[in-house]
């Protein structure tokens, strides 16, 4: 089966980090990343990858806190978390899309979505 596995939430205090990954069961998935979604508001892009040149992109919120990338040799994305804000808190959601980046990161198309990991950030 197609699937994207996550794994890595839980509950810090502000000021903390998490690592987040998500684990892909194919091979031509061209763009991965994060979105997440927090009760009461709408889902946000997070954070996102084309793995084949590289490039990367963030939300303005988390430009400078927030890495991502990929372990080939894994077939695994991570999102590396540091200075978690309390604004941070939301489900946070692995998606990717054999497709480059463009749709994926403006439109929040993706050909797959994971279950989702919470991620919890006490003040």
């Known amino acids: 089966q197609d699937q994207l596995a996550e794994s890595g939430g839980g509950s810090v205090q502000a000021g903390g980090s998490l690592k987040l990954s998500c684990a892909t069961s194919?091979?031509?998935?061209?763009?991965m990343g994060w979105f997440r979604q927090s009760p009461g508001k709408e889902r946000e892009r997070v954070a996102a990858?084309?793995?084949?040149?590289?490039?990367?992109f963030y939300d303005d919120s988390v430009k400078g806190r927030f890495t991502i990338f990929k372990v080939n040799a894994k077939n695994t994305v991570y999102l590396q978390m540091n200075t978690l804000k309390p604004d941070d808190t939301a489900m946070y959601y692995c998606?990717?899309?054999?497709?480059?980046?463009?749709?994926?990161?403006?439109?929040?198309?993706?050909?797959?979505w994971g279950q989702g990991t919470q991620v919890t950030v006490s003040s």
């Open positions: 990858i084309d793995t084949v040149d590289g490039s990367t």
């Open positions: 998606a990717a899309r054999r497709g480059g980046c463009g749709a994926f990161w403006h439109a929040a198309q993706a050909d797959r």
């Open positions: 194919r091979y031509n998935d061209q763009c």
